[in-house]
């Protein structure tokens, strides 16, 4: 399996994509050197290696120019400071083309953090995972992220402070996937839902506030759009007090 003698030979200037999910026993001085040693990483996977700490992250942003994807879920030392650049630079070389981040459970990276490195850092960002942290997405922080990015997959699951409150803005969204699981949500939050043109996924297990009527927005559209989205995925698992238990693939 991979160990920490194995993986030395796998740390080199041609590696593009490198999975270490779930690899904790890892020593973290190992992992200082991936940033150096794989200049041209387009794919980063550390989720749940609780060893990972920000000197960690920010060596591979400030040395793998070609970042696309970077997955930190679980890596729990994370904080603000692993996406900032030193005193007086410019953002971090792999924030510039970077694609996908994900950072659920990592509740010591704060709202201000967010904004004023990834998302000012990354201008192409697409992806942006967000589960678990609680603390840190409010309904003002939902909505600016729900509406005035160019998001296209937001997930923010288990982020149980966000209500309808984040929807009510309604202006163009450009989602293609969103997860809202176990947040407080009711039917009014649906009928914003159902106004993102592109959305094709949509998970919202768990919404507890949520009625059966949430199946009839998503089926017919808001009242006055005249149209629904196209979905092809819905994930509404345990939705309302009804405990409906429901997954359906639509085209």
Not at 99 to 105: R, W
Not at 135 to 154: K, R, V, Y
Request: aromatic fraction near 6%.
């Amino acid at each position: 399996g991979l160990n920490d003698n194995v993986l030395p030979h796998a740390l080199t200037r041609q590696t593009q994509k490198l999975w270490l999910e779930g690899s904790s026993h890892l020593r973290r001085c190992l992992l200082n050197t991936i940033g150096r040693s794989c200049p041209k990483l387009r794919l980063l996977d550390v989720r749940g290696c609780q060893q990972v700490d920000n000197r960690i992250v920010r060596e591979v942003l400030q040395h793998c120019e070609h970042l696309k994807t970077l997955r930190l879920d679980g890596c729990t030392r994370i904080s603000d400071s692993a996406f900032a650049p030193a005193l007086w630079k410019p953002p971090l070389a792999g924030l510039l083309g970077l694609q996908e981040l994900s950072i659920g459970k990592c509740g010591q990276v704060t709202w201000e953090g967010l904004m004023g490195y990834v998302m000012k850092g990354a201008p192409f960002l697409k992806a942006l995972g967000l589960s678990f942290c609680r603390l840190t997405i409010s309904d003002d922080a939902a909505t600016e992220l729900l509406f005035n990015f160019a998001l296209e997959c937001l997930d923010m699951s288990f982020c149980t402070q966000i209500t309808d409150v984040a929807f009510q803005a309604r202006p163009t969204c450009m989602l293609r996937e969103l997860r809202v699981a176990n947040t407080q949500i009711t039917d009014d939050a649906f009928e914003a839902v159902v106004r993102c043109r592109h959305l094709e996924r949509l998970d919202a297990s768990w919404c507890l506030r949520a009625t059966a009527r949430a199946l009839e927005i998503l089926a017919t559209g808001a009242a006055d759009a005249g149209w629904a989205p196209r979905l092809r995925e819905l994930k509404l698992d345990h939705l309302g007090a009804l405990g409906l238990d429901v997954f359906g693939d639509f085209l």
